[in-house]
Nanobody, 115 residues
Framework: QVQLVESGGGLVQPGGSLRLSCTAS????????LGWYRQAPGKQRERVAG???????NYVDSVKGRFTISRDNAKNTLYLQMNSLTPEDTAVYYC?????????WGQGTQVTVSS
């Protein structure tokens, strides 16, 4: 079973940047499409970015041009570079496979964008 651990969140001012990381146990990481998801207070969890095994990426419209997803299969690590952050990006961010494995949700990492 894949275990996922997210890190890199924090408090940042509007316009700032953060880089999230997700480390996974097991070599299965390198053969699965992966995604970053987020859940804001009172809202449903949504996928904001995805990346295939070959490296093709996709993004929800609200983050296009600001967020970049990448993966390092040798390190079993998934990244999310977030630039030009706005208060609307405030949420708990999670990584998971695409589609998500409901037994693999980690604790997530909190991102708060506020002045």
């Amino acid at each position: 079973q894949v275990q996922l651990v997210e890190s890199g969140g924090g408090l940042v001012q509007p316009g700032g940047s953060l880089r999230l990381s997700c480390t996974a146990s097991g070599k299965i990481f390198s053969i699965l499409p992966l995604g970053w998801y987020r859940q804001a207070p009172g809202k449903q969890r949504e996928r904001v970015a995805g990346i295939t095994v070959s490296g093709s990426t996709n993004y929800v419209d609200s983050v296009k041009g600001r967020f970049t997803i990448s993966r390092d299969n040798a390190k079993n690590t998934l990244y999310l570079q977030m630039n030009s952050l706005t208060p609307e990006d405030t949420a708990v961010y999670y990584c998971n496979t695409m589609p998500p494995n409901y037994n693999a949700w980690g604790q997530g990492t909190q991102v708060t964008v506020s002045s």
